[in-house]
C-alpha cells in the first residue's frame, strides 16, 4: 500500500484522541476529546438563547440554530464513535487485514489502490471544505476589525460566533479567550465530522472493493463456485456492519439536513455583509458536501453490489453447462440482484435521498420567505 492509504482518517482519527492503530480504537488522549465535547456544548446552548430572544429576527434566528444542529450533530457522531469504537475499530482492521492478504496479486492490488485512489478524492474534498469553514471563522472576525480600524480609527470587536457569553467581548481582556474559544468550538465541530464522514467514505469503498474482487475472481479461468459464494457472504457481511454501525448517524444527519440548508440557504437571500458571510458560505458548502458524500457512497455501494450478478451473467458458459451446475450459478445471480445498502432506520441513503432533501429544502427555504415577508 502507498503512503496515502487510510491517511486522512488515520490523522482525523489522532486529532480527536483515538489510536486507530489497535483493533478497538481505544481513546489516546481522553482529556482532548473532552474538552473539544465541552467546547461544542459550551456554544450551543447560548446560540440557541441568543437566536431566541428576538424571534422577529430571522436572519440571527436561523443562523445560529444552523451552527446549533451542526454541533449537535458533531456531538452525536462522537458519542456514536465512542459506544461503537470496537465494531468500528474490528470493521476497519478487518479491512486492512483482507486488502494486505488480495494485495499479494497484482491485479487485486490494482483495484483495491483503484478503489482508495477514489476515496482519496472523496475525503480530501470534505476535509478541505471542512478546514475552509475554521480558517473562515478565525479570519472573517479579525479582517472585519481591521477593516473597521482602517475606517474609523478603532479595532471592532467581533466573534466567529454570535452568542451571549457571560463576559464582555468588548474588553481586550475578555476577547481574545472569547475568540480562541469560538475557533476552537468550530475547529471541534470539524475534526468530529471529518472523523466520521471520511471514515465511512473509506468503509463504503473498501467494502465496494471486495464485490469487485469477486467480479475479477469470477473472469478467471479456474473459477469455483464455493469460493465465490463465500466471497459473496463476506462483502454483503460487510456491507450489513457498515450500514448497522452508521444507521443512527445517517438517520439524525438527514432529518436535520434539510433544515440545515433552508436555514444557511436563508441568510444568503438577505442583503447585507457581516464578519459572518465567509463563514457561513463555508459552512454552506461543507454541509451540502458531507450530504453528498454520504448519498454518493450509499449509491456506489448499491449499484457495485448489484453489478454482480451481471457479472455472473457474463462470466458463464451457459450454452456448454449442466443444468444442475447452472440453477446453482443462477442462484448467486439472483442473489446479488438483491443490493446491497446503507439504511437509516425509514430511508435507503441514496441519490434519490439526496434529490428528497434538496426539494425539501427549497419548500422550506420558501416558507420561511413567506414568514419574514
Not at 347 to 371: C, H, I, N, Q
Request: aromatic share 14%; proline share 3%.
Amino acid at each position: 500500500m502507498d503512503s496515502s492509504y487510510f491517511s486522512v482518517q488515520r490523522r482525523a482519527l489522532e486529532i480527536v484522541g483515538f489510536d486507530p492503530g489497535t483493533p478497538r480504537l481505544s481513546m489516546k488522549q481522553p482529556l482532548w476529546a473532552a474538552l473539544l465535547i465541552l467546547s461544542l456544548v459550551s456554544h450551543n446552548w447560548p446560540m440557541v438563547v441568543y437566536g431566541l430572544q428576538d424571534l422577529s429576527d430571522l436572519t440571527r434566528l436561523t443562523d445560529n440554530l444552523a451552527v446549533f444542529m451542526q454541533g449537535s450533530l458533531s456531538t452525536l457522531k462522537f458519542v456514536a464513535f465512542i459506544v461503537k469504537r470496537r465494531r468500528i475499530g474490528a470493521l476497519v482492521h478487518r479491512l486492512h487485514g483482507l486488502n494486505r492478504q488480495a494485495s499479494g496479486n497484482q491485479q487485486q492490488l490494482r483495484l483495491i489502490l483503484q478503489e482508495n485512489r477514489r476515496d482519496m478524492y472523496v475525503s480530501k474534498s470534505f476535509r478541505n471544505a471542512a478546514y475552509g469553514v475554521i480558517v473562515a471563522s478565525a479570519v472573517a472576525p479579525m479582517l472585519n476589525g481591521l477593516i473597521a480600524y482602517w475606517l474609523e480609527g478603532h479595532f471592532r470587536p467581533t466573534t466567529p460566533m454570535e452568542f451571549n457569553f457571560w463576559l464582555d467581548e468588548r474588553q481586550a481582556r475578555y476577547y481574545w479567550p472569547i475568540y480562541a474559544w469560538g475557533v476552537l468550538g468550530v475547529a471541534a465541530a470539524a475534526w468530529l465530522a471529518i472523523v466520521a464522514d471520511t471514515l465511512f467514505s473509506w468503509l463504503v469503498h473498501n467494502v465496494v472493493a471486495q464485490f469487485q474482487l469477486l467480479e475479477w475472481q469470477l473472469q478467471q479461468a479456474d473459477v469455483h463456485l464455493v469460493s465465490c459464494i463465500q466471497r459473496h457472504r463476506l462483502a454483503l457481511e460487510l456491507a450489513a456492519e457498515l450500514s448497522a454501525i452508521f444507521a443512527e448517524i445517517v438517520f439524525v444527519q438527514y432529518m436535520l439536513s434539510y433544515l440545515q440548508l433552508c436555514m444557511l440557504a436563508f441568510r444568503f437571500t438577505r442583503s447585507g455583509w457581516s464578519s459572518q458571510v465567509p463563514f457561513r458560505a463555508a459552512f454552506l458548502l461543507t454541509v451540502f458536501m458531507q450530504l453528498s458524500s454520504y448519498c454518493y457512497g450509499g449509491e456506489y455501494l448499491k449499484q457495485q453490489s448489484c453489478h454482480v450478478a451481471v457479472a455472473v451473467y457474463a462470466a458463464s458458459d451457459w450454452s456448454r453447462m449442466p443444468p444442475a451446475r447452472r440453477r446453482l450459478w443462477q442462484l448467486l445471480m439472483m442473489r446479488a440482484q438483491k443490493p446491497a445498502k446503507v439504511f437509516g432506520y425509514m430511508f435507503d441513503v441514496d441519490l434519490p435521498l439526496l434529490l428528497w432533501v434538496t426539494k425539501t429544502t427549497g419548500s422550506f427555504l420558501a416558507l420561511l420567505r413567506t414568514f419574514e415577508r
